[in-house]
């Protein structure tokens, strides 16, 4: 587990902190901190649609928040991705020099 502090530029602080506190997105991130899970399975247990889970969950793999546990090879020999959140906390302050976000990750 490592901490890291970083400024954003307003801008890019509000972003993240947006994109944080869609529901989706919150969900998502909040269902994997515990366990990795696969896309239908983070769909089923939080009631939203899969279509939008699978958006949300690229998004936040390519920005890093979630990352691939492991792959399996189900019974039709496709590949079943489960997936972490790297975030096991986040605060943020507000001051002069702008936005501090210290993300506690995995």
Known sequence: M???SSYYDNYNALLLLKELSDRITYRIIIST???A???YQISEENKLPLSSTY???QKLYDTGLISIEKINIDSKGKK???YRSR???LEFNLN???LLLQFNRK
């Open 55 to 57: 958006k949300k969950i």
């Open 37 to 39: 899970k696969t896309t």
């Open 96 to 98: 002069q020099k702008g």
């Open 87 to 89: 975030i096991k906390s």
């Open 33 to 35: 901190i515990e366990s």
């Open 2 to 4: 490592d901490i890291r």
């Open 80 to 82: 079943v991705l489960f």
